[in-house]
């Protein structure tokens, strides 16, 4: 089971960039799939997540109305469009998975059972 993002890059403040990650070794279309950040010397964060069971997808209120999370089950594949970028968007982007997360526990990274190997974006002022 492998999920590999990609689309990380140097952008300057205000731009875009395009997530992706790729899921193979198994399917993940009743997985929530998540994204997460972590900025060197903090903690990794919840960045948005798409549960299967009823569609809903979650945000941080700090990338709320900025960033937007999708996913393509025929290509097993989620996207994460970043706009607006701020320099404190600055991190290794990382996606997952997980098969039984509710709700309430979504934003938890340790609820999640698979993960991808992390892409840097840097976003310049």
């Known amino acids: 089971v492998q999920l590999q993002a990609s689309g990380g890059g140097l952008v300057q403040v205000g731009g875009s960039l395009r997530l992706s990650c790729a899921a193979s070794?198994?399917?993940?279309?009743?997985?929530?799939m998540g994204w997460f950040r972590q900025a060197p010397g903090k903690e990794r964060e919840f960045v948005a997540a798409?549960?299967?069971?009823?569609?809903?997808?979650h945000y941080a209120d700090s990338v709320r109305g900025r960033f937007t999370f999708s996913r393509d089950n025929a290509k097993n594949t989620v996207y994460l469009q970043m706009n607006s970028l701020k320099p404190e968007d600055t991190a290794v982007y990382y996606c997952?998975?997980?098969?039984?997360?509710?709700?309430?526990?979504?934003?938890?990274?340790?609820?999640?059972?698979?993960w991808g190997q992390g892409t840097q974006v840097t976003v310049s002022s």
């Open positions: 997952a998975a997980g098969e039984r997360i509710i709700t309430s526990t979504v934003r938890i990274p340790r609820q999640y059972d698979y």
């Open positions: 798409n549960k299967a069971s009823d569609s809903s997808t």
């Open positions: 070794g198994r399917t993940f279309r009743r997985h929530t």
